[in-house]
């Protein structure tokens, strides 16, 4: 099982949820969750985490999970939780990874707290979108989330509560359509995602994501419809990008764009793979690992 979950109660008053995974005495990864998403990212105890000497700290953003939203909050705002949290597990030196919609929070986190941040891995992430709109060659699936944010974002929770109904009151269902709804993605991804034990994770990750309702993830997706907040070329700690250059939930050529933009970007750009890169056990290991070496 997990080594803990728990929460800290930050200066404001708001509650930030963590879980814990792998080594309890091991080097500290903080690892923040794609949109929408949660803490929850393994059943068990993450056995590459442990067997790596690393202690994986995942963190449930504003209003997700166990976290109490933030009104208006921005991408650097997080940085700040993190902070303080670092404070109460007396964590001084850390590195920081963010899966898709997380990628920008870890950038941010390595801009606002570069003392302490060893290294940043941005994972399947996504680059700042050109004029507020997102690439036109991103699956319409996941292209439709952010235009819907911008113009009806009403229209988009009512999507999101259907869903948090299905996953609350017809589980079944929920998976049916998580191992079918596959033609958008790319082959390597079809095969992870059509998986049975695949679809019950995403029942958890996803119901826990919605516990406080789905107003965040519609919030949050308007967010990537502005400006970060933030330009990338100020990062001045050393940055691992891992993508898949068949990613279809975020293309690679803007990630590429990205990449150049970062002054000490490392390019992990991995031929055949799609978006779901840390269901791969040997990859999840190769980037765990680069975030934990000098």
């Known amino acids: 099982m997990m080594i803990r979950d728990g929460y800290h109660q930050l200066s404001d008053g ?29 059943n068990e105890n993450d056995e590459v985490s442990n067997s790596l ?35 109460q597990l007396s964590i001084n030196s850390y590195s920081v990874l963010g899966i898709s919609g997380g990628g920008v929070y870890a950038a941010a986190c390595a801009l606002q707290n570069s003392k302490a941040v060893h290294k940043c891995g941005l994972i399947s992430t996504v680059a700042p979108f050109e004029h507020g709109k ?20 009403w229209l988009l929770k009512l999507m ?32 992870i995602m059509e998986k049975k034990e695949n679809a019950e994770f995403m029942l958890t990750h996803m119901g826990e994501a919605f516990k406080k309702g789905v107003q965040e993830t519609v919030n949050e997706a308007k967010l990537f419809c502005k400006d970060w907040g933030f330009d990338v070329k100020a990062i001045d700690v050393p940055v691992e990008i891992w993508h898949g250059t068949e990613d279809t939930l975020s293309p690679i050529e803007p990630i590429q764009k990205l990449a150049n933009n970062v002054p000490r970007s490392q390019k992990n750009f991995i031929s055949g793979k799609g978006h779901f890169l840390t269901e791969e056990k040997d990859i999840w290991e190769k980037i765990l690992l680069s975030l934990k070496t000098e």
């Open 134 to 153: 997102p690439p036109k060659n991103m699956a319409a699936e996941n292209r439709n989330v952010f235009i819907l944010a911008r113009r009806f974002p």
């Open 53 to 87: 000497g690393i202690r994986l700290i995942t963190v449930d953003r504003p209003g997700f999970g166990n976290s109490d939203p933030k009104p208006k909050r921005s991408f650097l705002d997080f940085s700040k939780d993190i902070e303080e949290l670092c404070q």
């Open 160 to 191: 999101l509560n259907q869903q948090k109904s299905l996953i609350n009151k017809k589980p079944d269902q929920y998976m049916a359509a998580i191992m079918s709804n596959t033609k958008h993605l790319c082959e390597s991804d079809r095969k």
């Open 14 to 42: 708001r509650n930030l949820s963590f879980t814990e995974y792998g080594d309890a005495q091991g080097f500290p990864i903080f690892a923040f969750h794609g949109l929408p998403g949660s803490r929850l990212w393994f």
